[in-house]
Every structure is written in C-alpha cells, then in structure tokens.
C-alpha cells in the first residue's frame, strides 16, 4: 500500500484524494484552510458532489483517508504528493501559478524525504519542468541531496460527477520522464483502474500538459458551434434539437457537448481556453479556434440575456423568477455560472429578479450580498414563480426537467417562459396558455 499526501482539498483535490485512497491507497489529504480541514474531519464536505460524503466516509472508516494542517506531518513516510491547488485566471489570460509555486516551496521546504511531485492542477506546458528547477534550488539549499521527480497528471473529473468520472476515467494520463521507478510508482497508484481496463496513457510531462488543454479547449469549441448553430436555427426555422441529434449520431462526432444553452461556464473552460490561447501566442502560434470559441461564448450569454429584456419589454413586464444558478446541474459552483452572467446582465437592465436554485443557494446569497445585488432568493423553485410575469430556466437540473407545467403557469402572474435549457416540452408549455421561447427550437414562439 503506497502513501500519499494530497495537497489542496477543493473539488480535485478532495476527490481525488477519496478516490486514490479507494484504489487502495493510504492518503492523507492537507489543505492552508485549517476550517476547511476542521469540518473535513468532523465528517463536513465543504463542497457538493453526490457520492462524496459516502466516499470519505466509507476510506475514513477503513483507515486509508485521513487530514491534516499540518504539510510536514502530511508528509511524512510518502511515496508521492498530488498537488491539487487553484490555477485560477490571470488578469492577462494566462494561468496564475502562484499557489501552485507556493505549493511546490512548502514541499521542498517541509519534506524530510524525496516523495515524487505530482502536478493535478491544469497548467501550461512546461510548468513541471519550471516546478523541478524550483524544488531542486530548495533541495539544494538544505543540503539534501535529492533530486525532485515532478510527474503531470491533470485531471479529468467532471463536476457533479467528479466521484463516478475519477473513479471510472476515460483515461489517465501520465507525464514523466519515462524513469522507470516513477512510472512504476504512479501505475501502482492507478492499478485498480488500469486492472478495471482503464486506459493509462504514459508520455512526456509536456505532452500531458497539452492533452488537459486540448481536451477542455475542444469541447468549450463544440459547445460554442452548437450554441451558434442554435442561434441560427433560431432565425431560420430549423430545429437544433434535431440538428444536434443527426449530428451526434454521426460517430465521427459523437452526440455529447452538443446540447444548446447558454453557454459553457464553471472553473475550466473559459479559463483554460484564454490559458492555451496566451501560451499559444508566447511560442507565435495563433490558436484563433480556441480564441473565438471563447469570445463567442461570452457574447452568447448577452445575446440571450437581451432576447429576455427585449421579450418582457415588449410585453411591458419586468418580473422575472430565474431557475437554476449554478453553472450546470448536479453542483453548487458559481464560478463563472452563464445563469449568474444572465442574472448579473438582466439585473443591469432594471429586471426585478427572484430566484432558486437547488444546491447552490448560500453561494448565490453570499454573491449577490458582496456585489450589492438586490436579487431575492426563495427557498422554494414554485413559490419563486410568485408574482413573476416570466420564467428563465437557466441550469438543467432535473427537478426543473420534471417540473409540473400546470402548476408553473397557475403559479405565475404571467406567461412567458425562457427556456434556456431546452428541458422543457414547448407543446406542454404553450398547451397551458404560456408563450414559449427557447434556444433555437421549433415550436418557438413568434
Ligand atoms: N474543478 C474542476 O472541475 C476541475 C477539473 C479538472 C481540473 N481542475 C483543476 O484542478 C485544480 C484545482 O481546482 P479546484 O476546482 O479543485 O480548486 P479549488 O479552489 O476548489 O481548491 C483548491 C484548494 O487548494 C487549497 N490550497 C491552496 N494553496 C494551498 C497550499 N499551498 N497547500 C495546500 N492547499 C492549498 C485551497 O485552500 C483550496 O481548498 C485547478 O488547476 C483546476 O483548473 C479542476
């Protein structure tokens, strides 16, 4: 049984953590935010992800996942150390590696043996060399003798499945020098997985830096031309569900990131995209996709926050209750939620909003309250439609899905529904006298 430390216990580092010590391994997940590791030992998840609670739960009882402040005792007798700290944005578009150096310091700083380094943040390619250089200086410094071994292993976890998408991977990918004690050590980590028919895939520290890239860069473009294409069907009659279903069915193409909203958001993709787009330009390679991927993807979240205003001013309403604030279903993360942008920009627009959402609700009273935002909440998804004259469904969660249409128009002052999911049947909807607009759909109201 290997022993690891986790260093960083938000949404990769918490799960991944639970995760390895499921595949066997002995872990001890360390965090600088002592509360944060407080509640984590008194059973308390800091964050929304179904199956968590369980996960840690189920290694803590088993003797193989504990926490700790304290990084050289987290340290001690390990085999390797995952960093997994916020690379968040740059004002400048470029990936902010100061937590990951500050990271990287405490390690060489705090170790009394040599674990090898484990880079589980996303960052641009060349980081891991950069974070051996700066370990090896310390190592140096201290008279120690050793030489860091620094391994990129991004993550591919999804969230509001991160436990099922980190326990059962598409792959993993594992970037090292090819030193055969390292891979060995790292296929060990990963052994339950790989024996499950898991693929591993074993390459340079560069090439992995590049897949984590790659990967988020592509779907944020899949996302992006579908939501255009959506926008056309919108003007021409066409329908996009059918579009993105004949598409998908194309095996070249495959059927997911193809379903039309408001546009991608989250902590990855819009920052991942701006990353790839400044390292590209730093080696004088124009990465114009990727950049009008994400532009039009910032643009598109306007477009449809001023289809709403223009539709309610016409009609000379200006109450609007808005379902679902996270930034997709099945998590509580705001960060860089299309639904909060919509929210922010119909705000902006003098609408008088009241909304609901079902796990993101402190985050969104704690956002709203630092930004003076007069947005009310209600604790309730049909008590929000109180008094309202419209209806944006803006996250996909499957109570909004399942909703009972009868009951949302009874409960409404008026009838217009924005359906910016495309969750909900427009024939139902316009059956109950209410006037449906979604993205791009038939059955659309004129
Ligand atoms: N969230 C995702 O869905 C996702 C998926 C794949 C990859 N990633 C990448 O993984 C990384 C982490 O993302 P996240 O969403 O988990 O971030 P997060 O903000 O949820 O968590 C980061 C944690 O690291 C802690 N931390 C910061 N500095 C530390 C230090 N020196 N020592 C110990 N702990 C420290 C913070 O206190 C925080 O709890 C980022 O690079 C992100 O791009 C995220």
């Not at 001690?76 to 150390?81: E, I, P, Y």
């Not at 578009?93 to 380094?117: C, H, M, Q, R, W």
């Amino acid at each position: 049984m290997k022993k690891i430390c986790v260093m960083g216990c938000g949404y990769v580092g918490l799960v991944s953590g639970a995760g390895l010590a499921q595949f066997g391994n002995y872990v001890t997940c360390f965090d600088i935010d002592k509360n944060r590791i407080e509640k984590l030992r008194n059973g308390i998840m800091p964050i929304y992800e179904p199956g968590l609670q369980e996960l840690v739960e189920e290694n803590s009882r088993a003797g193989r996942l504990d926490f700790a402040d304290d990084l050289s005792e987290a340290l001690n007798n390990c085999d390797a150390v995952f960093i997994a700290v916020q690379t968040p944005q740059d004002v400048d578009g470029n990936a902010n590696l100061e937590y990951l150096y500050k990271a990287a310091e405490d390690i060489a700083n705090s170790t009394a043996g040599n674990p090898v380094v484990v880079i589980k943040s996303t960052v641009p390619v060349g980081t891991a060399k950069e974070v051996a250089g700066r370990i090896n200086d310390k190592f140096e410094e201290r008279n120690l003798g050793y030489i860091a071994e620094v391994v990129s292993n991004p993550e591919f976890l999804i969230e509001g499945k991160a436990v099922k998408t980190f326990l059962e991977p598409d792959r993993i990918v594992i970037g090292c020098r090819q030193d055969e004690k390292v891979c060995t050590l790292m296929k060990d980590l990963y052994s339950k997985p790989a024996d499950e028919g898991r693929e591993l895939i074993v390459c340079s520290n560069e090439t992995a830096e590049t897949i984590k890239y790659a990967a988020n860069s592509f779907l944020a473009m899949k996302i992006s031309f579908i939501n255009q294409m959506a926008l056309l069907c919108g003007e021409t009659g066409a329908d996009i569900d059918t579009v993105a279903k004949a598409l998908g069915s194309d095996s070249r193409i495959n059927p997911r990131f193809l379903n039309p909203g408001p546009g991608y958001g989250g902590s990855c993709f819009p920052k991942d995209t701006k990353a790839l787009v400044r390292t590209a330009e730093k080696y004088g390679v124009d990465m114009s996709l990727v950049r009008e991927a994400d532009d039009s993807n910032e643009r598109h979240k306007e477009i449809l926050a001023g289809k709403i205003a223009a539709i309610m001013n016409k009609n000379g309403v200006s109450n609007l209750a808005v379902w679902g604030l996270s930034f997709k279903a099945g998590t509580g993360d705001l960060r860089n939620s299309p639904a909060i942008a919509m929210v922010k920009s119909l705000y902006a627009k003098g609408l008088h909003i009241k909304a609901y959402d079902p796990k993101a609700m402190k985050e969104a009273e704690h956002l709203f309250k630092n930004n003076n935002f007069n947005i009310e909440l209600s604790a309730d998804m049909y008590k929000t439609l109180e008094g309202a004259e419209a209806l944006l469904v803006a996250t996909e969660w499957e109570c909004f899905r399942e909703s009972d249409i009868s009951k949302v128009a009874s409960s409404m002052k008026g009838n217009l529904i924005f359906d910016y999911r495309n969750i909900l049947d427009p024939i139902r909807v316009k059956s109950e006298g209410m006037k449906y607009y979604g993205v791009g759909r038939r059955y659309e109201t004129d």
